[in-house]
DNA sequence: ATTCAAGTTCACTCATTTAATCACAAAAAT
DNA sequence: ATTTTTGTGATTAAATGAGTGAACTTGAAT
């Protein structure tokens, strides 16, 4: 069923969002009539009738449904715009209440007597995607970007990538020549290849073997590796700084002995 | 203690975000430090050695923090501008998933049999700011605002309100005669005037009965009219709507007493 | 007035989730 | 070799939320 499923993807939403079950079903309920009281928003949805005048109070008092003390009474929801909205500036003061709450504890300054020889995971595409935008903005001399999928070349990354510094060697590899011209295209100032990496896309639907998502080498000292896992889609990433740390070393192995190979 | 409190309150934050206290106060830990261990962070934070494991292994998948492992395994949090960018995409793209979602559910339009003496009321400043904003947007002839507080004439209230179309009447209530100049210079197009309504400041300190937050008609059928309780310092709010609304018929019946007195 | 039904609130149980503790194996350090 | 750290897993306890039913209002109908 098409709306059923619908229904099943706001109520979830909603839910990751912080409401509770009961308050996302009656939510979402709302928003299919005009108005409705608590007999009819229990019949559509699976609140007992009960619960509804406490789940659709707590979403009065986050300005999600408004409600008239009639009787009975009459539940609406604020339009799908004001709901949004309201929503949307209750994270953003969140988030910048957690900004100003961090800002205000500084940190030790004991050095971090590391870099070299360390390896560090992280997980999460968008956390990736912010890391590469970290890294590619602090790039001095040389990027190399290495991208599986089509897909990965976001907006924003198309965006980072032709606002680097002129004196920034842009070298962008794609594992297919259709992937290449098309990078070529979006990006005009950077120099484009075809990677010679067998190994990228390995765990092509046949094989189950995890496939290589990005790859990111700037100034030959700081590396990110991310690959996708099969199962669950979700994409991790290894990252290494340093000029010593192994990993930089081995990916500047890799592109010395001839891998990666420039076409134009 | 300042920074005791500012923890506190990043915690809390990062659990309004949706993070688990484990986690919240990892995460919190982390970023006092360049990095740390499992022993490290438990003796910093309140949260258990042997939990500090599965929390940051979360944080992680998240894409808040970095694990290096080794032994023992070194954890550190990602930057504050990553991390808050990485929040901020995620909600953004839960609320737009919302938004399709419901936007896929087509409404039940039985006509609602409804408007005429119906009084709904609803809660949070946000939410009645964008209740507001939607209202002046509608307005076709005349507007009549009254505030009580300089703080709620927000940027965005005087931009809308500047930027409703000529044909409209502005009629803009302070008061004090003071804020009732300030709201002319910001507002050049509104006529402004000093409330005669005393009732709308009462419950000023001494009394602790509710003050008027703002008070809102438009093309006097459809009137909003809000109070701050003085314990929580919510703000709640009443919205009639239709030209024979009982609230809307007093709030003329206000108007045409001559109790809103236009000074210029 | 009394009765009845619908509307509403409240209190309580059960299930799930999360916090907190413990026992133990593996790894490092002494 | 022995003793401390480090990491995993299981287990208990506390808190939260879902689900249910009794009881109390209210307004309409007898």
Same mark, same amino acid.
């Given at each position: 069923?098409?709306?059923?499923?619908?229904?099943?993807? *706001? #109520?979830? &939403? %909603?839910?990751?969002? !912080? +409401?509770? =079950?009961?308050?996302?079903?009656?939510?979402?309920?709302?928003?299919? $009539?005009?108005?409705?009281?608590?007999?009819?928003?229990?019949?559509?949805?699976?609140?007992?009738?009960?619960?509804?005048?406490? *789940? #659709?109070? &707590? %979403?009065?008092?986050? !300005? +999600?449904? =408004?409600?008239?003390?009639?009787?009975?009474?009459?539940?609406?929801? $604020?339009?799908?715009?004001?709901?949004?909205?309201?929503?949307?500036?209750?994270?953003?003061?969140?988030?910048?209440?957690?900004?100003?709450?961090?800002?205000?504890?500084?940190?030790?300054?004991?050095?971090?007597?590391?870099?070299?020889?360390?390896?560090?995971?992280?997980?999460?595409?968008?956390?990736?995607?912010?890391?590469?935008?970290?890294?590619?903005?602090?790039?001095?001399?040389?990027?190399?970007?290495?991208?599986?999928?089509?897909?990965?070349?976001?907006?924003?990354?198309?965006?980072?990538?032709?606002?680097?510094?002129?004196?920034?060697?842009?070298?962008?590899?794609?594992?297919?020549?259709?992937?290449?011209?098309?990078?070529?295209?979006?990006?005009?100032?950077?120099?484009?290849?075809?990677?010679?990496?067998?190994?990228?896309?390995?765990?092509?639907?046949?094989?189950?073997?995890?496939?290589?998502?990005?790859?990111?080498?700037?100034?030959?000292?700081?590396?990110?590796?991310?690959?996708?896992?099969?199962?669950?889609?979700?994409?991790?990433?290894?990252?290494?700084?340093?000029?010593?740390?192994?990993?930089?070393?081995?990916?500047?192995?890799?592109?010395?002995?001839?891998?990666?190979?420039?076409?134009?």
């Amino acid at each position: 069923m098409e709306t059923g499923d619908n229904i099943k993807e *706001a #109520v979830d &939403v %909603l839910q990751q969002l !912080g +409401l509770k =079950e009961y308050e996302a079903q009656c939510f979402v309920g709302l928003s299919q $009539v005009p108005s409705g009281t608590a007999k009819k928003l229990s019949e559509m949805t699976d609140v007992p009738r009960t619960r509804v005048y406490d *789940a #659709v109070r &707590v %979403l009065e008092s986050e !300005g +999600l449904v =408004e409600i008239q003390h009639s009787s009975p009474q009459r539940f609406r929801a $604020v339009s799908m715009s004001e709901a949004t909205e309201t929503l949307r500036n209750q994270y953003d003061a969140r988030v910048d209440r957690l900004q100003s709450a961090l800002d205000s504890i500084q940190m030790d300054t004991d050095d971090d007597e590391s870099s070299i020889q360390e390896v560090w995971s992280m997980a999460g595409s968008t956390a990736i995607e912010n890391r590469t935008n970290t890294l590619l903005s602090q790039a001095q001399s040389e990027v190399v970007l290495v991208i599986a999928d089509e897909s990965l070349l976001t907006e924003r990354l198309v965006a980072k990538l032709n606002g680097t510094d002129d004196g920034v060697d842009l070298l962008v590899g794609a594992v297919s020549e259709s992937v290449r011209t098309h990078v070529q295209d979006v990006i005009p100032r950077a120099t484009t290849f075809v990677s010679g990496l067998e190994w990228l896309h390995e765990g092509d639907a046949d094989t189950d073997e995890t496939a290589i998502g990005r790859l990111v080498l700037i100034d030959r000292s700081t590396i990110l590796v991310s690959s996708i896992v099969p199962s669950t889609g979700e994409e991790h990433a290894v990252f290494g700084e340093g000029f010593g740390n192994g990993l930089v070393v081995i990916a500047r192995r890799l592109m010395s002995q001839g891998q990666f190979t420039a076409d134009n």
